[in-house]
């Protein structure tokens, strides 16, 4: 199967410094990547689609310059939290799809915690 | 809009019993769904997953049956193990097979299997 890791599992920061949370495809090149956000006993929440090469599309409500998302490579996209505040604080997960698949299936990397003081 | 869970509803089955989770989505235009796991701590496991054109499909153990008509998924799993112990979400897929593809989660049910 396919293989998504995350980096760091656990981040712990103070409020105001910024965070960087990397998202590899391990077996496979990902044109696309998405970023979800959870929060305890809730829903994953799409919160952008990284395209590689191009700029990332976010979804409504979700602001660009706070959740910075760079897509520089087929098997690596970064999540960078800019001067994070203790509202922040949640589960991160990626995923990547693998393309040319009949089924154009998602699969997910381990999610990153991340605790901002 | 999206659907986003306010609670997370809770299935109690017993060892060997067979589990049904249901699942209500939100766009009449999706025309792929998948059913993820999720145990705690941890990202989403692929279970199953089916087509618009397709109203049953079986895997080892699982089942999942879809009703385009009233917009409802179900997953049913046989013989339920503690294993199966886990968070469930359905989701659907936007614009499959287009630039805007993405997946939009449901609320999630947890199961919770009794030895």
Same mark, same amino acid.
């Given at each position: 199967?396919?293989?998504?890791?995350?980096?760091? $599992?656990?981040?712990?920061?103070?409020?105001?410094?910024?965070?960087?949370?990397?998202?590899? $495809?391990?077996?496979?090149?990902? /044109?696309?990547?998405?970023?979800?956000?959870?929060?305890?006993?809730? $829903?994953?929440?799409?919160?952008?689609? $990284?395209?590689?090469?191009?700029?990332?599309?976010?979804?409504?409500?979700?602001?660009?310059?706070?959740?910075?998302?760079?897509?520089?490579?087929?098997?690596?996209?970064? !999540?960078?939290?800019?001067?994070?505040?203790?509202?922040?604080?949640?589960?991160?997960?990626?995923?990547?799809?693998?393309?040319?698949?009949?089924?154009? /299936?998602?699969?997910?990397?381990?999610?990153?915690?991340?605790?901002? !003081? | 809009?999206?659907?986003?869970?306010?609670? #997370?509803?809770? =299935?109690? *089955?017993?060892?060997?019993?067979?589990?049904?989770?249901?699942?209500? %989505?939100?766009?009449?235009?999706?025309?792929?769904?998948?059913? %993820?796991?999720?145990?705690?701590?941890?990202?989403?496991?692929?279970?199953?997953?089916?087509?618009?054109?397709?109203?049953?499909?079986?895997?080892?153990? *699982?089942? *999942?049956?879809?009703?385009?008509?009233?917009?409802? =998924?179900? #997953?049913?799993?046989?013989?339920?193990?503690?294993?199966?112990?886990?968070? %469930?979400?359905?989701?659907?897929?936007?614009? %499959?097979?287009?630039?805007?593809?993405?997946?939009?989660?449901?609320?999630?049910?947890?199961?919770? *299997?009794?030895?």
């Amino acid at each position: 199967g396919a293989v998504v890791s995350q980096h760091p $599992s656990r981040v712990i920061c103070k409020s105001g410094t910024s965070v960087k949370i990397e998202c590899r $495809s391990l077996d496979f090149q990902a /044109t696309t990547m998405f970023w979800y956000r959870q929060f305890p006993k809730k $829903s994953l929440m799409l919160m952008a689609t $990284s395209n590689e090469g191009s700029k990332a599309t976010y979804e409504q409500g979700v602001e660009k310059d706070k959740f910075l998302i760079n897509h520089a490579s087929l098997t690596l996209s970064t !999540l960078t939290v800019t001067s994070a505040h203790p509202e922040d604080s949640s589960f991160y997960i990626c995923s990547a799809r693998r393309p040319r698949t009949s089924t154009d /299936t998602q699969y997910f990397g381990p999610g990153t915690r991340l605790t901002v !003081l | 809009g999206e659907s986003v869970g306010l609670h #997370l509803p809770t =299935l109690s *089955v017993q060892e060997g019993d067979n589990s049904i989770i249901n699942c209500a %989505y939100s766009n009449s235009a999706s025309d792929y769904f998948i059913w %993820y796991k999720q145990e705690s701590g941890k990202g989403p496991q692929f279970i199953i997953d089916i087509r618009s054109n397709m109203d049953k499909r079986q895997g080892q153990r *699982v089942t *999942v049956l879809l009703n385009k008509t009233v917009k409802h =998924l179900s #997953l049913q799993i046989a013989a339920t193990q503690p294993g199966d112990s886990a968070v %469930y979400f359905c989701a659907e897929n936007w614009g %499959y097979g287009g630039a805007t593809n993405k997946l939009i989660f449901g609320t999630g049910t947890l199961l919770a *299997v009794q030895p």
